[in-house]
């Protein structure tokens, strides 16, 4: 499992940016995202999309950071341009993840933070890994997608939940999409 | 090589989201980028990374996309989560660049194509291969970053540029910039 942390999100100039790390972390396979600042359009808009979709993606926001990320008892990972590279990082944290986190119940399951434009010491200091999907300015939702691809072995990018009530057959030359109406009512 | 169009823009409501296409684009190994709708001001903030940061990565605007599209001279890539999942849709790309593409000149150079929210049916007959990063709503940042790190199998993330001005070294626990104000004055 990974849970991911949005930082820096400032409602209407990043809402739709923030969508797009909100959807790309439920879509390659993270139990959950918190956001900070609060944004209730965005908690609505990505339940939207679980419930169309499946699964039991968590999205909740934050009135603090600070707390969240320091009790945070997996190892915690940042993503930055300015971090060890990909390989390098990855295995890094795979060996904290084997050990346990930091934390008195030493969670095994990490934190990614993914920032917006600035991001504070304080994350680079807290986190364990200070990880760069890539050494040139990119972006936060590629970031993310980079590195839950390879942390979980490019095995998480094609997913089908039980109770999904819209499904997407892959398809050569257009749309399809089942829709189930008797499922996925909750 | 590989290039980039981007559709659907809608300059104001897109800006950040088009911004991360771009960069995910020059940073992840693409030649350049062609952007519909025109918004000069996208092209010169993408413009102002490629001088700091190097390379020559190109950025345009393009008036009408159809016929940039049509005549694209090599195959084309659509990335929609309608379409062929990754690895079969990548191996298909991949069969269509060794034969060289459609146009007369039969170049070898894939022209990928991500859309903002609604595509139309052309786009998707029109391309060669319709490509899916993922089976889930996710978002056209996340779908470039995945395609072009299977596509250049992993390279192209880590990147220096001689020209570069500005060159970050990898680091565990802050920001190394190296600011090197004798060169990228172009």
């Known amino acids: 499992m990974v849970y991911v942390?949005?930082?820096?999100h400032r409602p209407q100039r990043d809402k739709r940016v923030t969508t797009h790390v909100a959807l790309t972390?439920?879509?390659?396979?993270?139990?959950?995202?918190?956001?900070?600042?609060?944004?209730?359009g965005i908690e609505e808009s990505v339940r939207k999309a679980t419930q169309s979709f499946g699964g039991d993606?968590?999205?909740?926001?934050?009135?603090?950071?600070?707390?969240f990320l320091k009790g945070w008892s997996g190892p915690r990972v940042h993503l930055t341009m300015y971090g060890l590279p990909l390989e390098e990082g990855m295995e890094a944290l795979k060996q904290l993840v084997s050990e346990g986190g930091p934390g008195e119940s030493g969670s095994q399951e990490p934190l990614v933070v993914v920032g917006a434009e600035k991001v504070p010491p304080f994350v680079f200091q807290t986190c364990e890994v200070n990880l760069s999907a890539g050494n040139q300015p990119h972006s936060e939702v590629a970031a993310l997608a980079l590195f839950l691809d390879r942390y979980f072995e490019g095995r998480a990018h094609h997913r089908n939940f039980a109770d999904a009530r819209l499904r997407i057959t892959p398809s050569a030359k257009g749309k399809r999409v089942e829709d189930r109406k008797d499922v996925g009512t909750h």
């Open 5 to 8: 942390l949005r930082l820096g």
């Open 25 to 40: 972390a439920r879509a390659l396979g993270a139990r959950g995202i918190a956001i900070w600042r609060p944004d209730a």
């Open 57 to 67: 993606f968590e999205v909740r926001s934050l009135k603090e950071w600070r707390p």
